[in-house]
Each structure stands twice: as C-alpha cells, then as structure tokens.
C-alpha cells in the first residue's frame, strides 16, 4: 500500500498536536475548593511568564470613544502596581498572592460600582517550570441607585438625616466606602449640630435589590446639650456682643456643635483676615455636662480663645518669570499695592484676575506663590511665579 507524502504530513501535524495538547494542559482554576492550590503551580518555583486579564473593555479613546462605564486593563494594572499587589513577569509564582488578587479586584471593582462581579485566576503551564495566569473576570450588573435607612434616632427625623447624608452621596457612586464614609462622617457631624455631642454610629450594613445598594445605620444619639455659659478670652478687634451675634448662638440654644466649628475656623478667621490679621487662631474648649435625668438635656459650657496676632501690610510683591514692562504692568492691576493691609480676598481677587486674561500659563496660589511674613515688623512679602504661555 502506498502512502502519501500529504497523508505523511497530516500525520505528523496530528501527533504534533496531541502532544502539545498533553505537554502544555488547558488553564485550570489556581485556587481550588477550601482554599487549597491546584498542585501544578509550585510557590517560589513556577516562573509567571505571561498575564492576561479577560472580562475588561477595549480601549478606545484613541477613537474619541469614552464609556461612562468603561473599566480598562490599564487602570487595573495600574492600580495593582500601587497597591504592590500581584506577580509580575518572570517573579515565581506565590499562592498567596493570587488570593489577593482575586479579593482586592472585587474590591476595586465594588467602588466603582459593580458590587456582585466574580474574579477567579487561572494557570496554564507552558513547561515544566513556567506558566501564564489569567484573571477571568466578571463584572455583573452596574448599580445604579442607592437607599438609606436609619433606626434608632428619637431626637432628630429620619428624613433630615437623609437629607443630609444625601448631600455627601450623590452624584459620587454607591460603593461601600463612599456610603460608610457619609455615614461615619457626615451623619455624626449632623448629629452634632443638633446638640447630640455624644451620638454614635453603632452599625452600617449594606444590602443589594436589583441595581441599588441598601445602607442601613443605626444610631445612639445619646442626651442633647444646651449652651450654658460662654466665656472669650484674647478678642481685642471684636468685643464679645459681636463674636456672639456674628456666631448666632446664646445661652440657652441647642448647641450646634457643627456650625461653632465653621463659625470659630472659617468665618471669624476670614474676617480678620479681611482686617489684615494673617496669624489669626483660634480653639474653643467645651465643659460638657451630662443631665441628671434621663430625656433631660445636659450642659456644655464654652470657653473660646483667640489669638488675633499682628495686623499685617503688603511690603513688597514681586512678579517673577517675565520681562520688567510686564511686572509693571501686573503690578498696576493688582488689587493689592506696597503699603496695603494685607487682605486675603484682595491677594485671591489678584491670583484670579491674571489667570482671567489668559495670557499667562495659569497660577495656582500654594504652588506658584511664595507668601513670606515677617513677625518683626507685621509686614508681608508676595512672591509671584508667572510663565508666559
């Protein structure tokens, strides 16, 4: 019987395959039932020489194509580099490792929204001492909404809370992280504007219907506190009466922990700022005194303390960066002159006022702005860092 030379070759070509498919095995699962590593993949043995991550989208903003949704292998890979997760090409191979893995993409993966997604690593021996991993991974549905519930408050409403949370929440995601941050954070500092000084936080648990992540918090609000006594030492610009008015809280109120915060660093400061007092601080001490009688409220006497400092002047400001017209120029324009009272919002106003004529490259005001205060005489030297475009 006479054989071909093709019928030789297909020959050939078919034990070449069947002995590939028994020499290098199809991808098996890495981490099998309990835990336990598929015995193939030898820790700090099987070298990694390839990785692949399946279930991600294709790249295509080259196109000018931008998924809202999109999640790409490049911010994954990027996001294991940071975290110093995973193995790299050529490292040996580490169970451990894989697991997390695994773990974290699902936890990357629930901040942005896809809290039920799957990821499971797979190896492919390709010797007897290499191999490739694959991460398979499926994202599942995208949420879409969130609701919130509270339990446990007497004092202040469910629907204010809610509100209030809602103002930290929305239009930000839905994942864990985001919603236990608004309840930890937020709903306690709202809390505490309505007097509860020792409200708590005693559990968050999450839930998922359909497309939307159920936050439920419970809540200890604990007593309410009143304004009892006040006492301000240190106000020379400001008398009492003012700061007082200015604060709107007296004797008697419900303490609005919150709003003392911003009254006492943001506001009172922006007003001596307005004055030229560039070292003002400030701290306020509550005396918290706790109700004798359940359902009563307690006491928070205050004692609040200033340090006004000097009032500071504008010596000198220089423009750096540009030809002697142009700093003449920009110093002409500029709200603030050599001999002014240095105020905050007129310095801001100036900052904002070159970045509007667009014929500089733009000037952020703690990179490109040198502040310089001297305590010895109260006065203060601006240095100017512009770049032409």
């Known amino acids: 019987m006479r054989v071909s030379g093709f019928s030789v070759i297909v020959a050939i070509l078919c034990i070449a395959v069947f002995a590939r498919a028994h020499s290098y095995p199809t991808y098996i699962r890495i981490i099998e039932g309990k835990g336990t590593t598929a015995s193939q993949f030898v820790d ?47 490292e040996p191979f580490k169970a451990y490792k894989i697991h997390q893995v695994e773990k974290h993409i699902r936890e990357w993966l629930d901040e942005k929204d896809y809290p039920r997604a799957t990821v499971l690593a797979y190896g492919q021996l390709v010797s007897e001492a290499e191999m490739r991993l694959k991460y398979v991974i499926e994202r599942g549905d995208l949420l879409t909404a969130y609701e919130v519930a509270f339990s446990g408050n007497k004092i202040v409403r469910s629907g204010d809370l809610i509100e209030d949370f809602g103002q930290c929440a929305n239009g930000r995601g839905f994942s864990k992280k985001l919603l236990e941050y608004c309840a930890q954070k937020l709903s306690r500092s709202y809390m505490w504007s309505k007097g ?3 409200a708590k936080i005693t559990d968050v648990s999450f839930s998922l219907h359909k497309n939307t992540r159920v936050t439920a918090i419970k809540v200890d609000e604990g007593p309410q506190y009143r304004l009892g006594d006040i006492k301000i030492e240190g106000n020379k610009v400001f008398s009492d009466a003012e700061i007082m008015a200015m ?20 506001e009172l400061k922006s007003k001596y700022g307005e004055l030229g007092y560039a070292e003002y601080d400030a701290e306020f001490v509550p005396d918290i005194i706790d109700p004798k009688e359940k359902g009563t409220n307690g006491i928070c006497n205050l004692e609040i303390v200033l340090n006004e400092g000097r009032r500071f002047s504008v010596r000198k400001i220089v423009f750096s960066g540009v030809d002697e017209p142009v700093q003449r120029a920009l110093l002409e324009e500029f709200p603030l002159k050599p001999g002014d009272i240095f105020v905050q ?19 952020d005001k703690d990179q490109h702005v040198d502040i310089l205060t001297d305590s010895n005489t109260s006065d203060v030297d601006l240095f100017i860092k512009v770049r032409n475009r």
């Open 44 to 90: 700090d043995k099987t070298i990694v020489v390839g990785i692949d991550y399946v279930g991600l989208d294709v790249d295509q903003r080259g196109y000018g194509i931008y998924p809202d949704d999109a999640i790409y292998e490049k911010n994954l890979v990027s996001e294991l580099d940071f975290r110093k997760l995973g193995i790299n090409v050529d």
């Open 196 to 198: 509860l000084f020792k």
């Open 247 to 266: 604060s709107g809280q007296y004797p008697g109120d419900v303490i609005d922990g919150r709003r003392l915060q911003t009254f006492i660093y943001e």
């Open 345 to 363: 919002s007129k310095f801001a106003a100036g900052i904002d006022q070159i970045n509007d004529s667009t014929k500089f490259q733009f000037l």
